[in-house]
C-alpha cells in the first residue's frame, strides 16, 4: 500500500539542539507528518541550537515570506584563538592560546559594540554559499582559495555582553543572512587576540520565540495524529495580512490566477497599501491565495479596469 496523504498544513516552531543539522530535523518531521512537503525557513549550523521555522503542507508555499524575518541569538565568543570554520570544528589542536590579562571589559564592550548597525560582511569560507556554482566549502577543503562574497547586513542590538575568563557572551538582533560565526571572528581579531564561535542559540525568529517551540527529539516520538496536528500554527497564525473577501463565484478561479474584478470583491479586513503582501479569502475564510494589493484598504476601490491583485501563489 502506499502512504496515504498526510492531513497536516501549518508551521511548526521546532527547537533544534547541538549536532542535529538542519536537513535532520526536516526529515523527523516528513516522516512524522507522512508528508515530502515540509522545509524550513532558514539554516542553522550543526553546532548551533534553538529556533527552527518550518513549513508544512500547504503552508510550504509562504516559506518564503518567513525567510527574511529578523532573528535573534544568544552567541558565546571564546577569546584567544582563531578558527578556519569560526567555530570550535576549525580550532588548529596543537594552538597555543594568546595571553588575555590585558584585555578588559570595557575594551571588548566597545569593540563589540561597533558592529551595531549596517554593514557589509563577509560570508565564511567555510559556508554552503555557491561560487561560480560551487559551495565555498568544498573549494575550502581542497584548499583552493576563492574570494567570499559580501552581504549588506544590519545588526539592530547587541545586549547582555557579559566577559569571563576567556568567554564573552551577548544578545544580538540582527537581519536575516548575518553570520555570527563572521562577527565572532571579526571581534577577535580587532581585539587582536583571535576568538571563534563556540556557543549559539536562537531564540527568536520574527515574531516567532523559542518559548513557544517543541524539541525535535520530542517530535520524533509523535505519530502523525492529533498530537503533532496541535503543534502547528495555521497560515494565517504564522503570516497575519490584510485579506480581500472574494464572491462564490470568483473563489473557484482563483485556481486558474484570473484577474480580480471589483464586482467581485465582496469586502476588506485589515490594512494594506499597495503594496503589501494580502490574502485572497473565500466567503467562508478559506484562505485562496497570497498576492500584492495593489491599491489601500483605505482608498475607493479603483475601476473595474485597473489591476487590485498581484498573485504571488495560490494556496488551496
Do not use: W
Amino acid at each position: 500500500m502506499g502512504r496515504r496523504e498526510s492531513n497536516h498544513h501549518g508551521v511548526l516552531l521546532c527547537n533544534k539542539p547541538v549536532r542535529i543539522t538542519s536537513h535532520d530535523a526536516v526529515s523527523i518531521v516528513r516522516r512524522v507528518a507522512n508528508t515530502q512537503a515540509v522545509g524550513h525557513t532558514g539554516t542553522l549550523d550543526p553546532l548551533a541550537e534553538g529556533l527552527l521555522v518550518i513549513c508544512i503542507g500547504r503552508a510550504t508555499k509562504i516559506a518564503k515570506h518567513l525567510t527574511g524575518l529578523d532573528k535573534t541569538y544568544y552567541a558565546e565568543v571564546t577569546l584567544g584563538l582563531a578558527s578556519q570554520t569560526y567555530d570550535s570544528e576549525g580550532l588548529d589542536p596543537n594552538g597555543v592560546p594568546n595571553d588575555l590579562a590585558d584585555l578588559t571589559f570595557e575594551k571588548v564592550k566597545e569593540v563589540i559594540l561597533r558592529y551595531v548597525g549596517t554593514q557589509k560582511q563577509k560570508v565564511p569560507i567555510y559556508s554552503a554559499v555557491r561560487v561560480d556554482g560551487e559551495r565555498l566549502y568544498k573549494k575550502a577543503r581542497q584548499g583552493r582559495a576563492s574570494d567570499r562574497p559580501e552581504r549588506e547586513i544590519t545588526i539592530h542590538s547587541i545586549t547582555d555582553i557579559h566577559f569571563s575568563g576567556n568567554k564573552v557572551t551577548f544578545t544580538v538582533s540582527c537581519t536575516s543572512g548575518t553570520y555570527i560565526r563572521t562577527l565572532a571572528d571579526d571581534i577577535g581579531r580587532d581585539l587582536g587576540c583571535g576568538g571563534y564561535l563556540s556557543g549559539l542559540k536562537r531564540s527568536k525568529v520574527g515574531d516567532f520565540s523559542i518559548d513557544d517551540s517543541t524539541d525535535v527529539m520530542a517530535i520524533k516520538e509523535l505519530g502523525a495524529d492529533e498530537s503533532f496536528g496541535e503543534l502547528l500554527l495555521t497560515v494565517e497564525d504564522a503570516l497575519p495580512l490584510g485579506a480581500i473577501t472574494v464572491s462564490e463565484v470568483f473563489a473557484d478561479k482563483v485556481i486558474h490566477g484570473c484577474k480580480l474584478s471589483r464586482d467581485h470583491i465582496t469586502s476588506l479586513s485589515g490594512n494594506f497599501v499597495f503594496g503589501d503582501h494580502i490574502y485572497l479569502k473565500s466567503p467562508q475564510g478559506r484562505l485562496l491565495a497570497v498576492g500584492r494589493a495593489c491599491f489601500a484598504s483605505t482608498d475607493v476601490i479603483p475601476p473595474e479596469t485597473d489591476k487590485l491583485f498581484a498573485y504571488d501563489r495560490v494556496l488551496n
